[in-house]
């Protein structure tokens, strides 16, 4: 450990960046978004059961409206960047192979990527209806 | 460096840490692996969401199909699953930010915390889903 220690050189340990390159970033960001992820989450609850068993026209109006849409593209957001930070997380713990590492990192971006841009593209189309 | 990498396979044949297996189960273990297992869960339910608001997007009958599915009784036991994993790590998320203040680690707390964990998450799903039901009028 000491002999780590002394590799490091002195503007590494000011830096204070380790291996990632980017210190406690993800784990801050983490705490912030589980933050905001508690009122967002219950609004969210609250949307999905005002919204149970009405009509289609109903779900288009309300999902469409400013004050919903603004909020579910907030907890969509706030939670794809969460979950994000989350997986990654988990692959790093998990999966040690550097090729598959690399791999489950990228299919962690993409999936993301590609789920919240989806479900945000659905929104903005119900409030401008396209 | 020539030395690190010459000393990879000696690595392999190095003892490991003590890993879950060896450890009895204990209840504040189980809600810590309940806390990243709903985690992992939400990420695919992220799925349903976005479903539920593309099928809204496209028109009455994509919507349907969406409603005639989490009606089903699979649709019903996915979303109920939902429900619990969301409050689930909801609650182990309010844990960890308890613990982020540098409270709650003593014994009874960390133990009253992980049982506040489960208890909670499984009144607020059924809470939950008795308002969802009344709001619907009823379960049909």
Known sequence: ?130 | MAELEAGTPARSRRPLSPHLQIYTPMLTMMMSIAHRVTGAALYLGMLLLAWWLIAAATGPNAYGYVEWFMGSLIGRLILFGYTWALMHHLLGGVRHLIWDTLHGFEPAEREMLALGTLVGSIALTVVIWAIGYLAMGGPR
């Open chain 1, 1 to 130: 450990m000491s002999e780590r220690a002394q590799m490091r050189t002195p503007l590494g340990r000011v830096r204070g960046l380790g291996a990632a390159h980017s210190g406690t970033g993800h784990f801050w960001h983490q705490r912030v978004t589980s933050v905001a992820g508690i009122p967002l989450t219950i609004a969210f609850i609250i949307i999905v059961i005002a919204l149970l068993g009405r009509s289609h026209a109903t779900v288009v109006q309300v999902l469409g409206s400013p004050l919903v849409a603004i909020v579910i593209l907030l907890f969509i957001i706030n939670m794809a960047y969460h979950m994000w930070i989350g997986m990654q997380e988990i692959i790093l713990d998990y999966v040690h192979a550097d090729l598959l590492k690399l791999m489950a990192l990228l299919a962690n971006t993409f999936y993301v990527f590609a789920v919240s841009l989806a479900a945000i593209y659905a929104v903005l189309k119900l409030s401008f209806g396209v």
